[in-house]
């Protein structure tokens, strides 16, 4: 049976960087409690006109093809994890495949927050396992910045989320022990409105209203103490299950690349571990919470200093809205 082995990957963010201090300047927060709560101390945030999270998702994987030596006729599909897509449908994935010039290949998108890069790894695992696909583009990429409020009503989660992209190209191989080693995914729908946009949704008759614009409502909603409590529940134990499905222990991780949901968050889990810094990568006072795009971006970073080496097994699990998990052990 063929396995699959990441051979490319790649990211890219907008220019523009916003402080702590740009947003106190517009809200009722401070960077002291944005450090201390998040660990966040800039993010990226879109230009419109020039990025677009198809364009920024695209972008992205040309790096990683280029890297992978990989032309837009050898891809056989694309898988694209994104919550903010440019239309509300048709979805990111055609538009990925437009602006690459792929072929007539399959191409969709996957909602699955901030576990939507591993859901979207774990289907196009399971394409490279039956045969269908050779190589596959799993994509990762978010605008947050424009569904949030930037101002007192809104601070609670515009300090946590921002814009970015990354990618990896996905190839079948035949080398048993390397690649992709397992995938885990879960969900929990019982807490689908702990974390969500209720509107503009399929519910209502009128999609839209002016009360909605003036009473907040299209904004996100997030229960952050829930959040908490059941991420630092659920890292640890599909860490566990992929370890364990595996025969793997704890110890045997060179490199943990969690969702960078929350630097409290990632020491908690980190602690639970027992692992040293080097062994965490967090790269989340620089990006914020990228959502679908924090895993591909925090990799290619880490492989991009040499973090991650030929034989080293790497870890990476999310948690987001959904409530969805999931986790992925890759010897590389
Ligand atoms: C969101 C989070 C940082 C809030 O921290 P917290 O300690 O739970 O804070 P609370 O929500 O209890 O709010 C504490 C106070 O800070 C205030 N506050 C909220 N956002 C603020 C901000 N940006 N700046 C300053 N004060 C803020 C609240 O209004 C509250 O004030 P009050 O006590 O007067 O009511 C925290 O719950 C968290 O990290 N949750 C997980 C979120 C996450 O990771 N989401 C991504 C999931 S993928």
């Known amino acids: 049976m ?36 998040t660990g966040i101390r800039e993010r990226r945030f879109f ?42 449908f048709p979805g990111c994935g055609v538009l990925v495949q437009r602006e690459l010039g792929l072929r007539h290949i399959p191409c969709f998108d996957v909602r699955q927050q901030c576990a939507g890069f591993i859901y979207a790894l774990s289907l196009a695992d399971q394409y490279i396992k039956t045969g269908f696909a050779k190589t596959i583009l799993v994509i990762g990429a978010e605008i947050q910045s424009n569904v949030m409020e930037i101002s007192d009503r809104g601070r609670n989660m515009a300090v946590i989320f ?14 048993t022990g390397k690649g992709i080693l397992s995938t885990h995914i879960h969900a929990d729908g019982t807490h689908a409105e702990e974390l969500f946009v209720e509107h503009v949704g399929s519910k209502l008759k009128k999609r839209v209203t002016h009360e909605m614009i003036d009473d907040g409502s299209l904004l996100p909603h997030m229960n952050g103490k829930m959040v908490f409590i059941n991420a630092v529940k659920y890292f640890p134990e599909v ?28 020491q908690a889990v980190q602690k639970e571990f027992n692992m040293p810094d080097e062994k965490v990568v967090s790269n989340i006072h620089k990006y914020g919470n990228t959502t679908a795009a924090s895993i591909p971006i925090a990799l290619t970073e880490a492989w991009e200093a040499g973090r991650v080496k030929e034989g080293d097994l790497v870890c990476i699990a999310a948690f987001g809205s959904g409530f969805v998990w999931a986790s992925a052990l890759i010897r590389w």
């Open 2 to 37: 063929p396995h699959s082995k990441i051979t490319g990957l790649g990211f890219y963010v907008p220019e523009t960087v916003v402080t702590n201090a740009d947003l106190a300047a517009q809200m009722d927060t401070s960077d002291e409690w944005i450090i201390e709560r």
């Open 47 to 88: 230009k419109e006109g020039v990025d677009t999270v198809s364009n920024m998702g695209a972008r992205a994987a040309r790096i990683a093809m280029e890297r992978a030596g990989k032309k837009p006729e050898d891809i056989d599909m694309v898988v694209f994890a994104t919550l903010s897509p440019d239309y509300h």
């Open 162 to 175: 921002g814009d970015g992209a990354g990618a990896v190209l996905l190839e079948a191989h035949e080398e």
């Open 239 to 266: 860490i566990r299950e992929a370890l364990k499905a595996n025969n793997l222990k704890e110890a045997d991780i060179d490199l943990l690349i969690p969702h960078q949901a929350n630097a409290r968050i990632t």
